[in-house]
């Protein structure tokens, strides 16, 4: 009886041993299924991902021609030309096939907006542009408001010191005011960086900026997003003298295109002896004459000094030397969509003639 016991027992072992193998066995099988069917979803995923990249890529070009197009007639840029018209460009875009995914397509003057860089002058990149350091205290009146508490008074001050130290070169360590920011303050932050002393190359910098951050480039103000109305292009050439020497540098002039600026930048470009609401008044004015409209066509054209004449924009007072009628820079937004899965690229382009010069270049999936 004993030894029947003792055989059974033994039989039970093997038995939940077996059981255990096997339990042990269908576990690694369904990870490895479960891996395969991620591998092959993450296949499929970055299949489309690559296609729709292309549509996009497409995008892009499509973006291209239509300035080239624009380019070959010459003179102003505005709002109103084919390639600032999102309709147009859905219109154009219905009649086309992609491979995969639907394409929306938008397009930006770079030089209608305000130019981070020229708050200092060059080439010696050393003092405030003086004019754009006023501009950008107009700017902040509308795109981030001050309110009357203690703590907010002299933000914005703060800001525009602590950019100017940003970009300034070859004043040593000296900061702006009280407020200003070199490497002394950066350096001794959690995560340690330098200044950047120099132009900014990309927009995201701003937020290394001291008093700048990316709630405040995205927090959306009376309608806009001060990231939105920013660019850090707009670079010329410029021929200086240099030890007797002609040296090949460059320049920010900041001058803002009139014929594209959105109604913060309009407001921001006109001088604190309108009052604000004068300012308002007028950048309102501008805004609505450039987009009026008949039936099909505008119902005024945009030359000469129109924004000098045209009904409530009289005695502005705008700087000749601040504003242009015309770009060579552009931001192409090209995004491909398909099935919950979207790929966009953003692209900078400075237009030279009919040819372009690609500036910058951002992908973005999800």
């Not at 084919?82 to 003057?109: C, M, V, Y």
């Not at 109604?263 to 009052?275: D, I, Q, Y």
Request: net charge negative.
């Amino acid at each position: 009886m004993g030894k029947q016991r003792a055989m059974a027992n033994e039989k039970g072992v093997v038995l939940l041993a077996t059981l255990a193998m096997m339990l042990a066995l269908f576990v690694l099988v369904s990870e490895a299924a479960r891996l395969a069917r991620q591998e092959l979803a993450a296949a499929g995923h970055a299949s489309v991902a690559s296609e729709l990249r292309a549509t996009a890529v497409s995008g892009v070009h499509i973006g291209m021609a239509f300035l080239s197009a624009d380019g070959k007639k010459g003179g102003t840029d505005t709002v109103q030309e084919e390639w600032a018209d999102e309709e147009k460009l859905k219109a154009f875009i219905s009649g086309l096939s992609f491979d995969r995914g639907q394409l929306d397509l938008t397009i930006t003057d770079e030089l209608g907006k305000v130019q981070v860089n020229a708050l200092v002058t060059y080439p010696e990149a050393k003092d405030f542009n003086t004019d754009q350091k006023k501009l950008w205290e107009r700017f902040f009146e509308v795109v981030n408001k001050e309110d009357e508490s203690l703590e907010s008074l002299g933000e914005n001050t703060a800001i525009i010191n602590a950019m100017k130290d940003w970009l300034d070169d070859g004043d040593g360590d000296a900061t702006s005011g009280f407020s200003g920011a070199e490497d002394d303050y950066y350096l001794n932050l959690e995560d340690p960086y330098p200044c950047g002393n120099g132009p900014l190359r990309h927009l995201d910098e701003m937020a290394r900026i001291k008093g700048i951050d990316e709630e405040l480039l995205t927090r959306e103000e009376a309608g806009y997003r001060l990231k939105d109305l920013l660019t850090v292009h707009g670079e010329e050439p410029a021929n200086v003298k240099d030890d007797g020497e002609t040296v090949r540098r460059f320049s920010f002039p900041g001058r803002v295109n009139i014929n594209t600026a959105e109604f913060p930048v309009l407001f921001a470009l006109m001088p604190k002896t309108l009052s604000p609401m004068e300012r308002e008044m007028v950048a309102t004015s501008m805004v609505e004459y450039r987009s009026e409209k008949g039936e099909e066509e505008f119902s005024h054209p945009l030359d000469g000094e129109w924004y000098n004449t045209c009904p409530g924009c009289e005695n502005n007072g705008i700087k000749k030397a601040m504003i242009r009628t015309d770009s060579n820079v552009f931001a192409i937004t090209a995004t491909a969509v398909d099935e919950g899965t979207r790929v966009g690229i953003r692209a900078v382009v400075r237009r030279e003639g009919t040819t372009f010069v690609v500036l910058s270049w951002q992908e973005t999936d999800a």
